[in-house]
C-alpha cells in the first residue's frame, strides 16, 4: 500500500534523497553508510527509517531515480525543443558546459559506476533514463526532418541511438581524464554529420 505524504513529509524525504545523493557521489556506495546519509541531510534515525523502512537498499534506489531525473533536467529545456540548428547548438553547450563543471560529482557518474553496479532495481532505472533520452534526441532529429533540414534518408531512430552513445563514451573518457574534449567533438560530430545530409538525395 502506498503512503501518501504530505507536503512537509514530501520535502523531509527529498532532503534525504539530495543528501545521500551528495554523499554517494563522494564516498561511492562501498564506503557509505547510513549514518554518513543521514547526518548529511540532517536528519535523524527514526525519519531516515520512517521513509526508508527497507533500509539501505531503498534509498540507493531513491537516490537512483534521483540521479537520472537529474541527469534530464540538466538538459531542459533545451532537449525539449531540438527544432532548429541554433536550439541544437545551445544543447550542446549546456550539456558541455554541465559535465566540465560536475566533473566527478555528475549524476551520471554516481549512476553509472556506483549505485547502478550494487543497487537491486537501479539497472531498470538506468534502462528508462536512456530510453526517454534517446526518445528525446529522436524528437529532435525528428523536428528537423520535418522542417527540411536533413536528408529524408535519415534514420530517425538510428541517428538518435548513434548521437546517444556518442555522449556516454565523451561522458566516461571526462570522467577518466577530467577532460572534455571527446564529448565536445562526439557532439559536434554528428550533428555535423547531420547537417550534412540536407539537400543530399535518398
Not at 543528501?19 to 564516498?27: D, F, H, P, S, T
Not at 546519509?37 to 531516515?48: A, E, F, P, V, W
Not at 527497507?54 to 533545451?78: I, M, N, S, T
Request: hydrophobic content about 45%; aromatic content about 6%; charged content about 20%.
Amino acid at each position: 500500500m502506498t503512503t501518501v505524504l504530505t507536503p512537509k513529509g514530501q520535502a523531509t524525504r527529498a532532503r534525504i534523497v539530495a543528501g545521500a545523493a551528495e554523499v554517494l557521489r563522494e564516498q561511492g556506495v562501498a564506503l557509505t553508510t547510513l549514518d554518513d546519509m543521514r547526518n548529511r541531510s540532517g536528519t535523524s534515525k527514526s525519519q531516515l527509517f520512517h521513509y526508508f523502512p527497507r533500509g539501505k537498499d531503498q534509498l540507493l534506489l531513491a537516490v537512483a531515480q534521483h540521479e537520472a531525473d537529474r541527469v534530464l533536467d540538466d538538459q531542459q529545456p533545451y532537449l525539449g525543443c531540438l527544432d532548429s540548428w541554433q536550439a541544437w547548438y545551445r544543447w550542446r553547450d549546456v550539456v558541455v558546459q554541465r559535465y566540465e563543471v560536475q566533473g566527478d560529482q555528475c549524476p551520471m557518474g554516481s549512476l553509472f559506476q556506483h549505485i547502478g553496479r550494487s543497487t537491486p532495481g537501479a539497472r531498470a532505472i538506468v534502462v528508462e533514463l536512456m530510453r526517454q533520452w534517446q526518445q528525446s534526441l529522436a524528437a529532435g532529429v525528428q523536428a528537423l526532418h520535418n522542417r527540411g533540414l536533413i536528408g529524408t534518408q535519415v534514420d530517425v531512430e538510428q541517428a538518435a541511438a548513434a548521437l546517444l552513445a556518442g555522449i556516454q563514451g565523451g561522458v566516461s573518457l571526462l570522467l577518466s581524464t577530467g577532460q572534455s574534449v571527446q564529448l565536445r567533438a562526439a557532439l559536434d560530430f554528428w550533428i555535423m554529420q547531420l547537417r550534412s545530409t540536407a539537400g543530399a538525395s535518398a
